[in-house]
């Protein structure tokens, strides 16, 4: 119990030594979420720690759980925050990335409202239920936010020394960690007690990998790494949601004209008039295709979502 008291006051410690080199170094305009969350994990262990000492049992429990699903909001935050740092030179991808973790929140919201709404009464009561819910999807986007740039970094050009990567290497180890320990507990291998002693040591040790990613000079992304293909990806992506129109046949045009020009000079028998028919003729096959479709403006191309 000494142990678990000790690790709880020296993680707003490392917290608080964590956003100040985040702030000294100015780093939390880049990452404003990661900032605020860690400002947020300082607030909460002023509340919760008297409120355990001095105060009931209902009321820290209430104020647990409540805190941890802001905390939760913050952390689904922060994956979309470093998701929007390792895209940022491919703005089609991060687009991309954007509606997908819209829908991914709306999706993990849907389910927690249905798993405590269907879950039977217990004396947890349905907010735990939907909090553990939507804790156990976070740790698990967490885990392949890690698993995602240990994999993809070489083609994003991503360096493993990059503030970016630090967070997501501190959310991904806890996030294994505390799947683990959940798994365990359900078979009935680890206890409560060992659990919460397991968990207060990972996040500790995810606490001390930001501060080090905070204290590391500034990397540059790796702009010698073999980006063609993340480059053919976010190309294509672009080619989706700005399609050119379909009804612009200039380039046809154009190529029928210097053709017809090309027969006339380069050619040992043809007339005048013979090269002037195929001109008109050519004119003609033109204006007839774009003038298939009466009264339709040319279309100018459709802007991408911004999300």
């Known amino acids: 119990m000494q142990i678990d008291s000790a690790l709880w006051i020296a993680q707003p410690v490392l917290q608080f030594a964590t956003a100040t080199t985040l702030f000294a170094r ?3 305009r880049r990452f404003p979420v990661f900032f605020a969350y860690l400002i947020w994990q300082i607030l909460v262990f002023g509340l919760l720690f008297p ?6 049992y209902s009321e820290y429990f209430y104020a647990f759980w409540i805190a941890d699903a802001i905390t939760l909001a913050l952390g689904f935050k922060i994956i979309h925050e470093i998701f929007l740092d ?4 491919y703005h089609a991808l991060k687009d991309l990335g954007s509606v997908l973790f819209n829908w991914a929140a709306l999706v993990m919201i849907l389910v927690a409202s249905v798993v405590a709404a269907a879950s039977p009464a217990t004396s947890q009561g349905p907010l735990v239920q939907a909090v553990f819910t939507v804790q156990r999807c976070v740790r698990a986007m967490q885990c392949g936010l890690i698993l995602f740039l240990l994999v993809f970094s070489r083609y994003l050009g991503v360096s493993w020394r990059q503030q970016s990567f630090g967070i997501a290497l501190g959310f991904g180890g806890f996030a294994i960690v505390d799947l683990g320990l959940i798994a365990l507990n359900a078979a009935g291998r680890v ?11 990972a996040y500790s040790c995810a606490i001390l990998v930001w501060l080090g990613y905070a204290l590391l000079p500034g990397v540059c992304r790796d702009a010698s790494a073999n980006l063609l293909r993340s480059q053919r990806w976010d190309e ?3 080619d989706v949601q700005h ?4 009804d612009s046949l200039i380039p046809m045009f154009e190529g029928m004209v210097d053709r017809a020009f090309s027969r006339t000079n380069g050619g040992p028998a043809r007339s005048q008039p013979e090269a002037e028919s195929e001109v008109a003729a050519a004119a003609a096959a033109g204006v007839g295709a774009t003038g298939s479709a009466p009264g339709k403006s040319p279309a100018h191309s459709p802007r991408g979502p911004n999300s």
């Not at 409120?51 to 009931?56: C, L, P, Q």
């Not at 390792?86 to 030179?89: K, L």
């Not at 399609?243 to 379909?246: D, E, R």
């Open 86 to 89: 390792v895209f940022r030179p």
């Open 191 to 201: 206890g409560p007690s060992r659990v919460d002693l397991t968990n207060a040591v």
């Open 243 to 246: 399609p050119l129109p379909a």
């Open 51 to 56: 409120i355990r000492r001095w105060g009931s």
């Open 236 to 238: 294509g992506l672009s």
């Open 26 to 28: 100015r780093l939390q």
